[in-house]
């Protein structure tokens, strides 16, 4: 049966930290400039209906550091679920390529490109998560902080598909994860029973920023309204305008907390210019590692 990365909830414990030292590994024959290719003569098709620089650069840029070829197809290029059935899509990239990265609006279009591929299908995010984001995230806290024991990771924001990640790793790795957002803009309910069914993280949900800081180990943030949320910006900004990440705040947590944001940030609505310049912001440590965090992903994925 072919292996995909759709959820971090549909890998082990072990899995998940074996992906964190292959991405180690990996960072360092990157950075090293090691001649490493194992996926020479192979292709991976790069479908965006949601457009990013980011997962764009990273994906084709490891892809190619690691011998092989990355095609990228955008909107006008491919209409998920529009032009042509999905399922018809999997199974002809399927034939041509030899994984497919994809990053939609709609979770079930990734899950239905899956079904019917029998090649790896990697989520490049979804509205209703993102898997590789985590996944490097935690990668650079794990660098950061050397060890992921009593971890309180707090995040500031809209309950969206980046809450929804955190939430499935806090089902598989131990932690207290808080949800710290407006009243209304809560994550999935579904997603947060996951983490009381798995008994191995304590979750909070809270409405109050400076209470909820106190002790955080990272506070992390995104920006309040996602792509295809735009229409709401205005609004959005007075609903969050307390939930703003700022020097203040940071220095709440009564610790040295670590800031992220999964980027790209829209500096002085979310979190200010001060807080990104900090010696607490470890966004880019973060952003690079979504490039060493997918390498491990697809090498893991081709092996398996």
Not at 67 to 78: K, M, V
Not at 157 to 175: C, F, R, T
Not at 294 to 299: D, K, R
Request: some cysteine; overall charge negative; proline content about 3%.
């Amino acid at each position: 049966m072919t292996k995909h990365f759709l959820h971090l909830a549909d890998y082990t414990a072990d899995e998940i930290l074996g992906l964190l030292n292959l991405a180690k590994e990996l960072k360092v024959k990157f950075h090293k400039k090691e001649k490493y290719k194992p996926f020479k003569d192979r292709s991976l098709a790069m479908i965006f209906a949601k457009p990013s620089a980011r997962t764009r650069v990273s994906f084709e840029t490891g892809f190619e550091w690691m011998g092989g070829n990355a095609l990228f197809l955008g909107p006008n290029d491919i209409g998920i679920g529009k032009r042509e059935a999905i399922k018809d899509i999997s199974r002809l990239f399927a034939r041509y390529n030899d994984m497919i990265m994809a990053r939609l609006f709609d979770h079930k279009h990734i899950l239905e490109l899956a079904e019917y591929s029998n090649v790896p299908v990697i989520n490049g995010l979804t509205d209703y998560n993102h898997p590789c984001q985590i996944l490097a995230d935690i990668l650079t806290v794990l660098e950061h902080r050397e060890s992921l024991k009593d971890l309180k990771i707090v995040y500031m924001g809209d309950g969206n598909n980046i809450v929804h990640s955190w939430l499935q790793l806090a089902s598989i790795l131990p932690m207290h994860f808080v949800c710290c957002n407006p009243s209304g803009f809560d994550p999935d309910e579904k997603t947060v029973q996951m983490v009381y069914g798995s008994q191995i993280s304590t979750f909070e949900s809270s409405h109050d920023p400076n209470s909820a800081v106190k002790d955080a180990d990272v506070i992390y943030t995104d920006v309040w309204a996602s792509m295809g949320q735009k229409k709401e910006e205005e609004e959005r900004e007075k609903i969050f305008a307390d939930f703003q990440v700022t020097m203040e705040l940071l220095e709440r947590t009564g610790k040295e907390t670590l800031f992220m944001h999964c980027l790209p940030a829209e500096r002085g609505r979310e979190v200010t210019d001060e807080v990104m310049e900090s010696k607490n912001s470890i966004v880019f440590d973060e952003a690079e590692n979504r490039m060493h965090a997918q390498n491990a992903v697809m090498v893991y994925l081709q092996g398996s």
